[in-house]
Protein backbone atom coordinates (compact mmCIF):
# COMPACT_ATOMS: atom_id res chain seq x y z
CA UNK A 1 0.00 0.00 0.00
CA UNK A 2 1.32 3.29 -0.99
CA UNK A 3 1.43 6.34 1.77
CA UNK A 4 0.13 9.44 0.78
CA UNK A 5 2.65 12.57 1.31
CA UNK A 6 1.40 15.68 3.43
CA UNK A 7 1.03 17.57 0.98
CA UNK A 8 -1.83 15.43 -0.69
CA UNK A 9 -3.54 15.02 3.22
CA UNK A 10 -6.21 16.93 3.40
CA UNK A 11 -8.17 19.36 6.26
CA UNK A 12 -10.17 17.74 9.56
CA UNK A 13 -13.79 18.64 8.43
CA UNK A 14 -16.92 19.32 10.89
CA UNK A 15 -20.18 17.01 11.04
CA UNK A 16 -21.88 20.17 10.02
CA UNK A 17 -19.60 20.93 6.86
CA UNK A 18 -20.09 16.80 5.75
CA UNK A 19 -23.94 17.41 6.21
CA UNK A 20 -23.64 20.60 3.51
CA UNK A 21 -22.61 18.00 1.07
CA UNK A 22 -25.96 15.87 -0.73
CA UNK A 23 -24.13 12.71 -2.47
CA UNK A 24 -26.75 10.55 -4.04
CA UNK A 25 -27.11 7.38 -5.70
CA UNK A 26 -28.68 7.44 -9.31
CA UNK A 27 -28.57 5.19 -12.42
CA UNK A 28 -26.92 6.44 -15.52
CA UNK A 29 -29.71 6.56 -18.00
CA UNK A 30 -27.65 8.22 -21.31
CA UNK A 31 -23.95 8.27 -22.21
CA UNK A 32 -22.49 10.40 -25.39
CA UNK A 33 -19.03 11.19 -26.18
CA UNK A 34 -17.95 14.50 -25.23
CA UNK A 35 -16.19 15.54 -28.74
CA UNK A 36 -13.60 18.96 -28.93
CA UNK A 37 -12.03 18.78 -25.63
CA UNK A 38 -8.73 18.41 -24.34
CA UNK A 39 -9.54 15.48 -22.18
CA UNK A 40 -11.72 12.97 -23.10
CA UNK A 41 -14.82 12.59 -21.63
CA UNK A 42 -18.30 11.42 -21.42
CA UNK A 43 -21.22 13.56 -21.28
CA UNK A 44 -23.55 11.29 -18.98
CA UNK A 45 -27.05 11.35 -18.42
CA UNK A 46 -28.41 10.32 -14.39
CA UNK A 47 -31.50 9.48 -12.77
CA UNK A 48 -31.73 10.71 -9.43
CA UNK A 49 -35.88 9.34 -8.85
CA UNK A 50 -37.28 11.86 -7.14
CA UNK A 51 -34.34 14.46 -7.67
CA UNK A 52 -34.68 14.31 -11.05
CA UNK A 53 -32.36 13.69 -13.82
CA UNK A 54 -28.76 15.39 -13.34
CA UNK A 55 -26.28 15.79 -16.58
CA UNK A 56 -22.69 15.19 -15.62
CA UNK A 57 -19.04 15.60 -17.80
CA UNK A 58 -16.92 12.76 -17.10
CA UNK A 59 -13.52 11.88 -17.64
CA UNK A 60 -14.17 8.10 -17.66
CA UNK A 61 -13.29 6.67 -21.14
CA UNK A 62 -10.25 5.21 -20.98
CA UNK A 63 -12.17 2.31 -18.30
CA UNK A 64 -15.37 2.53 -19.56
CA UNK A 65 -17.41 2.62 -22.89
CA UNK A 66 -20.58 4.44 -23.14
CA UNK A 67 -22.70 0.79 -23.31
CA UNK A 68 -20.79 -0.63 -19.64
CA UNK A 69 -22.08 2.08 -17.86
CA UNK A 70 -25.88 2.44 -19.07
CA UNK A 71 -28.14 1.16 -16.43
CA UNK A 72 -24.83 1.21 -13.75
CA UNK A 73 -25.64 3.15 -10.74
CA UNK A 74 -23.16 5.69 -9.78
CA UNK A 75 -22.79 7.78 -6.43
CA UNK A 76 -22.45 11.88 -7.56
CA UNK A 77 -22.44 15.04 -5.32
CA UNK A 78 -25.80 16.94 -6.22
CA UNK A 79 -25.55 20.09 -4.67
CA UNK A 80 -23.07 21.77 -6.85
CA UNK A 81 -23.36 24.87 -8.56
CA UNK A 82 -24.43 24.30 -12.30
CA UNK A 83 -20.64 24.34 -14.18
CA UNK A 84 -20.28 25.50 -17.69
CA UNK A 85 -17.72 22.82 -19.37
CA UNK A 86 -17.55 24.10 -23.08
CA UNK A 87 -20.76 23.72 -24.54
CA UNK A 88 -22.51 21.58 -21.77
CA UNK A 89 -23.54 22.58 -18.30
CA UNK A 90 -22.78 19.48 -15.79
CA UNK A 91 -25.34 19.55 -12.93
CA UNK A 92 -23.32 17.32 -10.34
CA UNK A 93 -20.57 15.20 -9.94
CA UNK A 94 -19.67 11.59 -10.50
CA UNK A 95 -17.40 9.84 -7.87
CA UNK A 96 -14.51 7.84 -8.43
CA UNK A 97 -11.12 7.03 -7.03
CA UNK A 98 -8.24 8.76 -9.17
CA UNK A 99 -5.94 5.74 -9.55
CA UNK A 100 -2.76 5.56 -11.65
CA UNK A 101 -2.32 7.20 -14.82
CA UNK A 102 -5.57 9.49 -13.77
CA UNK A 103 -7.99 6.97 -14.23
CA UNK A 104 -11.10 6.98 -12.42
CA UNK A 105 -12.80 4.04 -11.36
CA UNK A 106 -16.17 4.82 -10.51
CA UNK A 107 -18.21 4.21 -7.25
CA UNK A 108 -21.01 2.56 -6.98
CA UNK A 109 -23.29 0.64 -4.93
CA UNK A 110 -22.74 -3.52 -4.08
CA UNK A 111 -26.82 -3.75 -4.30
CA UNK A 112 -29.36 -2.10 -6.45
CA UNK A 113 -31.02 0.82 -4.27
CA UNK A 114 -33.56 3.09 -4.80
CA UNK A 115 -32.47 5.99 -7.06
CA UNK A 116 -31.78 9.27 -5.30
CA UNK A 117 -30.86 7.64 -1.71
CA UNK A 118 -28.56 9.73 0.03
CA UNK A 119 -25.05 8.58 1.16
CA UNK A 120 -24.56 9.35 4.87
Known amino acids: MKMENKEQSTQNITWAD ?3 VEIRVGTIIDVKEF ?3 RNAAYQVWI ?8 KSSAQ ?4 YLPSDII ?4 VA ?6 KQ ?4 MSECLILGVMGENKLVTLLTPTHDVVNGQRIG
Open 60 to 63: ITQL
Open 85 to 88: ISTF
Open 47 to 54: DFGIHGIK
Open 71 to 74: GKQV
Open 35 to 37: VGL
Open 18 to 20: FEK
Open 77 to 82: VVNFPP
